[in-house]
T-cell receptor, first 112, second 114 residues
Framework: GQQLNQSPQSMFIQEGEDVSMNCTSS?????WLWYKQEPGEGPVLLIA?????ELTSNGRLTAQFGITRKDSFLNISASIPSDVGIYFC????????????FGTGTRLLVSP | GAVVSQHPSWVICKSGTSVKIECRSL??????MFWYRQFPKQSLMLMAT?????????EQGVEKDKFLINHASLTLSTLTVTSAHPEDSSFYIC??????????FGPGTRLLVL
């Protein structure tokens, strides 16, 4: 089945640093979603990307839809302690978001 | 907004008992609801998809008689873990989808089976 691999698996950074993480797939996706999950909570949608090459920002977060449609990147600028959590990429297995497949996740820890 | 709630937020039960988890879309009608399971330090794995008024569609490897799903209305879906065993201990997350939109996730239910 389709798999989404994320790297790095985890990151431990200092407050104020910028963060980059990526998500790759063995097959093409027409939509990329980035979620954040905090401990004991469900995922919250951060950014949705709908077009190859698209670059979208949400505050300090910026995500890009790769040209090949097989990858996506998420950047966080000037990290703060509340950025701590697990970041998941996800893509719909079919049109209409009927099913989502989630990436393996990147765990982010931010030291004050 | 699009708020999804789950109840209970956590539950501890004895092995062999059944546990029901509710998922509600609070401010919208959900055409479809989804149930996921997440083991510690792992990603979310889709268990089943349910549409209001019809039988749920289960993913490969998920036992439908073990995980009973009832989608009684456009705002409520329930997952019942029957005859729970310690290996069923996990974080169960539901999501709800409005027509042609992405999924909105609930806060999750942590199940511990002793």
């Amino acid at each position: 089945g389709q798999q989404l691999n994320q790297s790095p698996q985890s990151m431990f950074i200092q407050e104020g640093e910028d963060v980059s993480m990526n998500c790759t797939s063995s097959s093409i996706f027409n939509t990329w979603l980035w979620y954040k999950q905090e401990p004991g909570e469900g995922p919250v949608l951060l950014i949705a990307l709908y077009k190859a090459g698209e670059l979208t920002s949400n505050g300090r977060l910026t995500a890009q839809f790769g040209i090949t449609r097989k990858d996506s990147f998420l950047n966080i600028s000037a990290s703060i302690p509340s950025d701590v959590g697990i970041y998941f990429c996800a893509g719909p297995l079919n049109t209409g978001f009927q099913k989502l497949v989630f990436g393996t996740g990147t765990r982010l820890l931010v030291s004050p | 907004g699009a708020v999804v709630s789950q109840h209970p937020s956590w539950v501890i039960c004895k092995s062999g008992t059944s546990v029901k988890i509710e998922c509600r879309s609070l401010d919208f009608q959900a055409t479809t609801m989804f149930w996921y399971r997440q083991f510690p330090k792992q990603s979310l794995m889709l268990m089943a998809t349910s549409n209001e008024g019809s039988k749920a569609t289960y993913e490969q490897g998920v036992e439908k008689d073990k995980f009973l799903i009832n989608h009684a209305s456009l705002t409520l879906s329930t997952l019942t873990v029957t005859s729970a065993h310690p290996e069923d201990s996990s974080f169960y997350i539901c999501s709800a989808r409005r027509a042609e939109e992405t999924q909105y996730f609930g806060p999750g239910t942590r199940l511990l089976v002793l």
